[in-house]
């Protein structure tokens, strides 16, 4: 008597197609949310900003002797491109166009004017005032004025950014904006600008307490 041979089910188990099926409905959902390619949904499923930031804590306090005399505005295009050998553009690279303006500030260091560098006659009609060279301050960049004008990235890396968010994205075209107004201010007259402020500030003060010659120099003795 031939026995019957049974045939293994390989079909799959009714749970694991409904979880499949509610995979694959959660992909699809949020990739049109991600990618904007089902209309209404980021209204109909909008989010809300709460800021719960702690308090800030003062950490340290320095006292500035420093006279800030003058003050540049910059803005620089910044171009940014990455590419990866033998993988073209589309694949993988990005390349970024950011907008970055920013301040530098000019100052002369008044805490560094020792006691011989302060000469005054007898009659204290005149005066004579030996300062530090002016110099510049940190570039910092106005958030305000500063933003990304184009991005564009491969396939593998916005597949990457699609699954988690890169917050230092921009960190590298920041840094490049701050190098280039550091280095346009130094080609600048704005050191100059902030000595010769200095000078006029410095006279119009010793003037109106009775100083009819007031001089003033720069550098090292």
Do not use: C
């Not at 910044?78 to 589309?90: G, N, S």
């Not at 699954?163 to 190098?179: G, I, R, T, Y």
């Amino acid at each position: 008597m031939t026995t019957p041979i049974r045939r293994v089910s390989r079909r799959m188990p009714g749970w694991a197609k409904i979880l499949t099926a509610v995979v694959v409905v959660l992909v699809v959902f949020f990739a049109g949310i991600r990618f904007s390619v089902l209309p209404g949904l980021k209204d109909l499923f909008g989010t809300e900003t709460h800021d719960r930031t702690g308090p800030a804590l003062l950490e340290s306090i320095q006292d500035i002797s420093r006279y800030d005399a003058a003050s540049g505005n910059f803005q620089v295009v910044v171009d940014l491109e990455k590419d990866t050998k033998f993988l073209p553009d589309a694949i993988r690279g990005s390349r970024t166009l950011y907008v970055g303006a920013g301040a530098v500030d000019a100052y002369v260091d008044l805490g560094k004017v020792a006691k011989n560098d302060v000469t005054v006659n007898e009659d204290r009609t005149a005066a004579t005032l030996h300062l530090p060279h002016a110099q510049l301050g940190k570039a910092t960049l106005d958030a305000d004025r500063s933003y990304a004008v184009s991005k564009q990235r491969g396939l593998l890396d916005r597949f990457g950014d699609f699954f988690s968010d890169n917050p230092n994205s921009e960190q590298a075209v920041q840094k490049l904006a701050v190098m280039h107004i550091t280095e346009a201010a130094k080609e600048s007259e704005l050191t100059k600008r902030a000595e010769t402020n200095t000078t006029n500030m410095l006279k119009g003060l010793l003037n109106s307490l009775g100083f009819t010659k007031v001089q003033v120099t720069y550098g090292t003795t």
